[in-house]
């Protein structure tokens, strides 16, 4: 629904969680990291700091915590009653997507081509499925054979759908820029990663976030916060959650 904690809302009888959208579902997890943070805070003061606000920080903090860069995060958002599976589904990009498809979808909610390759480089941590991937490393041409030949080895053809494999096969615990290295590599994991660095017109954004690391942290943390603008409640709208999970 944009910065609003939607996400963080399971289902109920009138609205189907955005945790089971395409994009989502088991991939978004550590929600009861926030449930935590959330309980210490209502009982400190409650009904004042919303979960939109907490996930935010959070971002913020997990950033850091793992190296990367770090940034003012702007405050005073405020929860959506709903969610909406359906506009997460229509919203958020997939590992299918092309450049083009990429493009559009960011630029949808007013970010540029630089916020986008800059935001994919959180993919220096984590990690996907196999089923997300196991197109590319079998049936793509811009790959190296020596990183498709790795990743076959645990993830067949006809099997092993939830098999994890780090997006970033260098270090995948450390937010830095090695992530575009890989793409400069042609060792994408995703399709949509290696769409960035594809005789494209992001290719020259890739190639300088892979030689400096500086200028992705700068441009990752000055895209972070054009996100944490996106359609947020303030003022009298929204509401805020007493618990994260669920409408008041």
């Known amino acids: 629904m944009g910065c609003d904690g939607s996400l963080l809302l399971d289902d109920t009888s009138s609205f189907r969680s955005e945790k089971n959208s395409r994009a989502n579902n ?47 995060v702007k405050l005073g958002r405020r929860d959506s009653a709903t969610a909406s599976e359906s506009a997460a589904n229509d919203n958020l990009p997939t590992f299918r997507d092309n450049l083009e498809e990429l493009i559009s979808l960011f630029s949808r909610k007013g970010l540029d081509r630089q916020d986008m390759v800059a ?51 260098v270090t995948p615990r450390s937010f830095d820029n090695n992530y575009f290295k890989n793409l400069v590599e042609l060792k994408g994991l995703l399709h949509s990663d290696q769409v960035l660095f594809s005789n494209g017109s992001t290719d020259g954004l890739v190639t300088t976030y892979s030689n400096s690391q500086s200028t992705f942290f700068t441009d990752f943390a000055s895209a972070m916060v054009k996100m944490g603008d996106i359609e947020p409640l303030t003022g009298s709208s929204g509401q805020i959650r007493a618990n994260c999970r669920v409408p008041n």
């Open 26 to 72: 088991n991939s978004a997890r550590g929600f009861e990291v926030i449930d935590e943070v959330k309980s210490e805070v209502e009982s400190i003061c409650p009904g004042v700091v919303s979960c939109a606000d907490i996930l935010a920080v959070a971002a913020r903090d997990s950033s850091e915590a793992m190296g990367g860069p770090t940034w003012t």
């Open 119 to 169: 935001l994919s480089g959180a993919h220096t941590i984590g990690q996907a499925q196999c089923f997300t991937f196991r197109e590319r490393i079998y049936n793509e041409a811009n790959i190296d054979s020596g990183f498709s030949s790795t990743r076959q080895s645990d993830c067949p053809t006809d099997d092993d759908d939830d098999e994890l494999a780090p997006l970033d096969l």
